[in-house]
């Protein structure tokens, strides 16, 4: 079963505008943690930010802020203030405390126009 | 300095040819990985070492075969290579072995191999 859904396969924001990539996943563990990555066209895998389940507050990285929603298992990425360097694609990932491994999404591809 | 690096960063050969990818990450992390990223970009975990120790072999065929001779390298060796080998590799390290959510996965460039 797909534990990491992301449901955008592409979104188009205005450069300086704000934007949210959906992520939604699927665990039993009460323990986990929720990872994005950034991978622009040159192809290295860059890690944005990270939210921790029992984390209270939604973790922000500089204009990278995740909207963490427990019930609803939701842990969207907003990009504030978009720049042309945002376009890349992005990726949700999830660290289970009973795997020792980290499950991607499919990924968002994300366009920023000028 | 780099990281997480790999060698090469491109990599052309012909089917039924053997190849190595190799990575090094100078983190002092414990753990390293080697992910496969298909043609749809769908990431997908191939092996992980934990202190030069197998701790993760998905199910991958026999002929990929992982090999760390210290904690700060992990090679790919890949026997009689095939057109869907075809992908982008790549390897990444972690402080920690499993059981530690907070544990970020950091990546190396990715070699992108191409069989002919």
């Known amino acids: 079963a797909q534990k990491i859904t992301q449901t955008q396969p592409g979104m188009f924001v205005q450069e300086k505008e704000a934007v949210t990539l959906d992520c939604t996943y699927d665990?039993?563990?009460?323990?986990?943690?929720l990872f994005w990555y950034k991978q622009p066209s040159s192809g290295e895998m860059i890690f944005l930010i990270y939210q921790g389940s029992y984390d209270e507050q939604n973790a922000t990285e500089g204009r990278y802020s995740l909207n963490f929603q427990k019930a609803r298992k939701s842990a969207n990425l907003v990009i504030s203030a978009s720049q042309l360097g945002d376009s890349a694609m992005y990726f949700c990932a999830m660290r289970e405390v009973n795997n020792n491994d980290m499950r991607f999404g499919a990924g968002t591809r994300l366009t920023v126009k000028p | 300095d780099t990281a997480v690096s790999q060698t090469p960063k491109y990599l052309v050969t012909q089917m039924g040819n053997d190849k190595s990818i190799k990575c090094e990450q100078n983190l002092g992390h414990d753990t390293m990985y080697w992910y496969k990223q298909d043609s749809k970009k769908f990431l997908k975990i191939m092996f992980s070492y934990n202190n030069k120790e197998l701790i993760i072999n998905e199910t991958v065929p026999n002929r990929f075969s992982p090999k760390s001779p210290d904690k700060a390298h992990l090679n790919l060796h890949i026997n009689s290579l095939e057109l869907g080998d075809s992908a982008v590799y790549f390897c990444?390290?972690?402080?920690?072995?499993?059981?530690?959510?907070?544990?970020?996965?950091?990546f190396g460039p990715g070699t992108r191999l191409t069989v002919l």
């Open positions: 990444a390290s972690s402080q920690l072995a499993g059981g530690l959510v907070t544990d970020t996965q950091y």
């Open positions: 665990t039993s563990d009460q323990s986990y943690g």
